[in-house]
Nanobody, 125 residues
Framework: VQLQASGGGSVQAGESLRLSCAASGRSFSRSSIGWFRQDPGKEREFVAAVSRGGSGTYYADSVKGRFTISRDNTKSTVFLQMNNLKPEDTAIYYC???????????????????WGQGTLVTVSS
């Protein structure tokens, strides 16, 4: 699976952005997809993940209620809708894929096999 993340940008606190992760490859519909973010000098951290069928969604506590992950398997794309952005959301956002069975959806970066190149989100106060 090859992944291409897009949709990052610079916004003010309280505004919204929608990130997209477009995938190529036949295994997309059999893959869980996760979003992670990384600030320079910090560890890459989990943000959200969605199961292969889309029924299972998981979020970091820091983004619950503000971010929504979804997927469209017909378009091989996963979305991350980010509302009420805060300066602490500033980071490079990466999407990642993991071929999984049933609804298993990992939330740790080491579990994922394929990574996109990242898209920068900057939130100013």
């Amino acid at each position: 699976v090859q992944l291409q993340a897009s949709g990052g940008g610079s916004v003010q606190a309280g505004e919204s952005l929608r990130l997209s992760c477009a995938a190529s490859g036949r295994s997309f519909s059999r893959s869980s997809i996760g979003w992670f973010r990384q600030d320079p000098g910090k560890e890459r951290e989990f943000v959200a993940a969605v199961s292969r069928g889309g029924s299972g969604t998981y979020y970091a506590d820091s983004v619950k209620g503000r971010f929504t992950i979804s997927r469209d398997n017909t378009k091989s794309t996963v979305f991350l809708q980010m509302n009420n952005l805060k300066p602490e959301d500033t980071a490079i956002y990466y999407c990642a894929a993991k071929s999984t069975i049933l609804t298993y959806t990992p939330t740790t970066k080491d579990a994922y096999d394929y990574w996109g190149q990242g898209t920068l989100v900057t939130v100013s106060s």
